[in-house]
Each structure stands twice: as structure tokens, then as C-alpha cells.
């Protein structure tokens, strides 16, 4: 049986197994290494996977790691690969992933963009020849713990039809911001210009659930509800009709015009069976909030959040990440133990 759900529940909690935050992470740099990344690239991507695992974003914590994998061994992409930064202006850097991972070319350049950030007021950095697999929060998050604001956004391979198109142009195409507040944790917004991301449509399909009406199209570009339909041919459509679409077009041109990244719909993976990962670019714009004026930005952000709870507004951007953070550094992270076993046999022998 089925139901509308992209985000389908566990179950219950005694039907899992919990580790810790470190023995995930130990757990998935195992696999890393095992399917021959680097032993720094293994260690940035497991921080990042177990991260999402830990606060609740399922479609992009353990769920992606058969597709690392995979696409690790189909030589799509170079789980070794040293990115190279290139300083090119006072507030903008260049970073050439080199064919690896954006992960690991965005922690060598974030010392040098913290630093163009606090002395210029605003810094940029491009990254291309690059592959993001998995949530944005992460790249931001760190930056607004900083005191400052960030933005950032990626492009992905061809799988979501334009507004008035007729066949999948751009990615699912995600942007994401992070904010500083005054006594509480960063806001931090992430979020495809797709109706809902592609991660969200395997696992419906894996786990038979349908999607909600107005997601996606067949291969004939019929709307439907059948995960499957939307993955086999099918597409996704943009939020919000045009306004979506918009905003996904800006992305393509950010992501990869500016950066000098593929298109979405240039990725071709067609030679490498197994390949997953999409080979496009990264653009992150951080903002020094109070470079030039005595009042504090977070104190200000801290006013607005406020305000917006005395209206009714229950759940601000970060909210559900932050607690479900908080419960899994108290109980565990729960996994299905046949994913935990799946893990396991991926990192190979002991």
C-alpha cells in the first residue's frame, strides 16, 4: 500500500540499531577509503554523510552511499583528486575540484573566503569540474556559526523540465542560505528549485510510497504520482511554476556559467555504467554582516525569528535539523539493520 509521502517514517525505534555520531562517521570513511578515495576526501565526505544522516535528511545521509560508490568505481569520478584554489581578485577565488568531490575543494578554500570575507565585506568562490552529492546546509552552516552569511548554490545533471518546456533541461538545482541569530542556532534554509528533490523520489520509489499530485511527469510529460514514472523517462517539475523555474535558471548560470561548470543538461554519464554523481559546479557567496556599521546583524535576525513565533510561525528554516540533531547526540543515530549490514559489507574487511 502506499501513501503520499515523500519522506516516509522509520518505523519503530526498536526495530533499528543506534550508533553514535563518531562510529557512523568511522563507519562510512571505512567505505570511502575502501572504494579508493583519498584518506582527507574520506574523512570530509563521511563528516558530511553521517551529518545528514544525524539530522534527519535522509535522502542524503547513508541512502547516497551505494551511489558513491558506485560512481567511484565507474571512474566518473576521482575519489583521490587534490582540488587546486586560484586566487583571481581581492574578494573572489577559483577552485578547480580536478574531477573530485566539492566537498573537499570547498574546506581548502573556506580559511582564504573567511578571510577575503572579513577584510573586503563580501567573497566569492567558484568551484568547477566538481561533484556535489549531497545536501547544501552543510556547506553553509559552518560559515554562519562564524558570524557570517552564506549563500550558496549547485546545479545537477538534466532532470527537471523548465516551466512551458517540454523535456528535462535543468537539475533539481538546490540553493541554500545560513544566517547568524543572537541565543540560538544559525537559520539555515536548503532547497531544490525542483517540486521536491530527486533524492526524495528514489526513496518513495524504493519504498513504494507515491508522490504528492503536481511533482512530476512520465516520459510521455503526463503528470503522475508513480516515483518510478518520474525516474524511468519521467521528470520533476520547478516549484512554483515559473517563479521556480526562474530561479533555476539563474542557478544553471551561477553554478555553472559563472563557474565554469557543465550545464545540467551537458552531463553525459553514459560511459561510465554506475555513475551517480553530478559533474557540474558550485558557487558560495559569504557576507560580512557588519563590516561598516556598529549594529549587530544577528541581534537583528534574532528580532525577525521572534517576531515571526508571535504570528504563528512554529518552525523556522533549521528548526526540525537542529532537534533532530540534538535527539541523535542523546539517543543515537537509528538505522534499519539491514542498511547498517549493507554499510558494512561496503566498507569491506575489518
Not at 577552485?95 to 577575503?116: C, R, V, Y
Not at 538545482?173 to 544566517?179: H, L
Request: hydrophobic letters at 45%; one cysteine or more.
Amino acid at each position: 500500500m502506499t501513501r503520499n509521502s515523500a519522506q516516509p517514517e522509520r518505523g519503530d525505534a526498536r526495530n533499528l540499531d543506534f550508533l553514535s555520531f563518531g562510529e557512523l562517521k568511522a563507519l562510512l570513511a571505512r567505505i570511502f577509503r575502501h572504494a579508493g578515495a583519498s584518506e582527507a576526501v574520506a574523512e570530509c565526505l563521511a563528516a558530511n554523510c553521517a551529518g545528514c544522516e544525524r539530522d534527519g535528511a535522509r535522502s542524503h545521509g547513508v541512502f547516497r552511499m551505494p551511489g558513491y560508490v558506485s560512481s567511484i568505481a565507474s571512474g566518473w569520478v576521482d575519489a583521490a583528486a587534490s582540488p587546486r584554489l586560484e586566487d583571481v581578485a581581492p574578494a573572489f577565488l577559483r577552485a578547480d575540484a580536478m574531477n573530485g568531490f566539492a566537498q573537499p575543494a570547498l574546506a581548502l578554500a573556506a580559511p582564504a573566503l573567511i578571510e577575503k570575507a572579513r577584510r573586503n565585506g563580501i567573497a566569492l568562490l567558484a568551484i568547477r569540474n566538481s561533484h556535489h552529492f549531497s545536501a547544501l546546509w552543510p556547506d553553509v552552516e559552518p560559515f554562519a556559526e562564524a558570524g557570517l552569511v552564506a549563500l550558496t548554490m549547485v546545479n545537477s545533471f538534466a532532470c527537471t523540465v523548465p516551466f512551458d518546456g517540454t523535456s528535462a533541461v535543468f537539475g533539481t538545482n538546490p540553493i541554500a542560505f545560513a544566517a547568524p541569530r543572537d541565543g540560538a542556532p544559525p537559520l539555515v534554509a536548503d532547497l531544490a528549485t525542483s517540486a521536491m528533490a530527486n533524492g526524495d523520489v528514489q526513496i518513495a520509489a524504493r519504498e513504494g510510497f507515491s508522490l504528492p499530485p503536481g511533482q512530476g511527469v512520465d516520459q510521455d510529460g503526463r503528470p503522475t504520482i508513480d516515483p518510478k514514472a518520474v525516474l524511468d523517462g519521467g521528470a520533476l517539475l520547478t516549484f512554483g511554476g515559473y517563479k521556480g523555474s526562474a530561479i533555476s535558471l539563474m542557478i544553471e548560470l551561477l553554478g555553472a556559467a559563472l563557474t565554469g561548470g557543465k550545464f545540467s543538461y551537458e552531463v553525459d554519464w553514459s560511459g561510465h555504467p554506475g555513475a551517480q554523481t553530478p559533474h557540474t559546479g558550485q558557487v558560495l557567496i559569504l557576507i560580512d554582516p557588519d563590516a561598516g556599521r556598529d549594529a549587530a546583524f544577528a541581534g537583528r535576525a534574532r528580532a525577525l525569528a521572534e517576531r515571526l513565533g508571535r504570528v504563528g510561525v512554529s518552525r523556522l528554516p533549521g528548526d526540525r535539523r537542529f532537534r533532530q540533531r540534538a535527539r541523535s547526540a542523546a539517543e543515537g543515530i537509528g538505522l534499519v539493520p539491514a542498511d547498517l549490514a549493507r554499510l558494512r559489507a561496503l566498507a569491506g574487511p575489518a
